[in-house]
T-cell receptor, first 114, second 116 residues
Framework: GENVEQHPSTLSVQEGDSAVIKCTYS??????FPWYKQELGKRPQLIID?????GEKKDQRIAVTLNKTAKHFSLHITETQPEDSAVYFC?????????????FGKGTTLSVSS | DGGITQSPKYLFRKEGQNVTLSCEQN?????MYWYRQDPGQGLRLIYY???????QKGDIAEGYSVSREKKESFPLTVTSAQKNPTAFYLC???????????????FGPGTRLLVL
């Protein structure tokens, strides 16, 4: 079945460093790729998303890149801050229809130390 | 996110008991989803519904049931057939033009289910 692999599972950085989380997906029909941030005990919050007709998208310190040929997408966080510490999930749409379900990676626990 | 509510926040289930988790949204979204979250497992899809009176099984539907009688509501029942129900359950919705894309899913605050 469809699958999303996410690496690394844990990531520790110093404040001000950059952090990169990588995901690969298996469904060639996937065309929507969101990233969520989840703090302990809270709901996942969308931080950035990208569609397959775009190769890169940036929002302040956060950027996402997509290589549809390689079925690979990545989250880049620059100038990390302690409040960036959380679990980050990547996801890919199950197919190409709007309102379709998402397949999630298993998450990356990011720790930013000051 | 404030447009999606889940209740209760904590739920305790006794052996052999069915319990129902509530999910309501006032975002006029067409599609609604139920996910289960276990430590280190990410979010796994239980059931989803793209329109009223219709729903599809996700990856881990066994031991669960749903209904979608109203657009705003998508309750999840954890039946006694689900042998390991302890988890954090998240409801989400999308569609209807909210967000940057119709695909953007917004999550409720979750229900933590514990077995007595």
């Amino acid at each position: 079945g469809e699958n999303v692999e996410q690496h690394p599972s844990t990531l520790s950085v110093q404040e001000g460093d950059s952090a990169v989380i990588k995901c690969t997906y298996s469904d060639s029909a996937s065309n929507y790729f969101p990233w969520y941030k989840q703090e302990l005990g809270k709901r996942p919050q969308l931080i950035i998303d990208i569609r397959s007709n775009v190769g890169e998208k940036k929002d302040q310190r956060i950027a996402v890149t997509l290589n549809k040929t390689a079925k690979h997408f990545s989250l880049h966080i620059t100038e990390t801050q302690p409040e960036d510490s959380a679990v980050y999930f990547c996801a890919a749409s199950k197919g190409a229809q709007a309102g379709t379900a998402l397949i999630f990676g298993k998450g990356t626990t990011l720790s930013v130390s000051s | 996110d404030g447009g999606i509510t889940q209740s209760p926040k904590y739920l305790f289930r006794k052996e052999g008991q069915n319990v129902t988790l509530s999910c309501e949204q006032n975002l006029n979204h067409d599609a609604m989803y139920w996910y289960r979250q276990d430590p280190g497992q990410g979010l796994r899809l239980i059931y989803y519904s793209q329109i009223v009176n219709d729903f599809q099984k996700g990856d881990i539907a066994e031991g669960y049931s749903v209904s979608r009688e109203k657009k705003e509501s998508f309750p999840l029942t954890v039946t006694s057939a689900q042998k390991n129900p302890t988890a954090f359950y998240l409801c989400a919705s999308n569609g209807g033009g909210s967000g940057s894309f119709g695909e953007t899913q917004y999550f409720g605050p979750g229900t933590r289910l514990l077995v007595l």
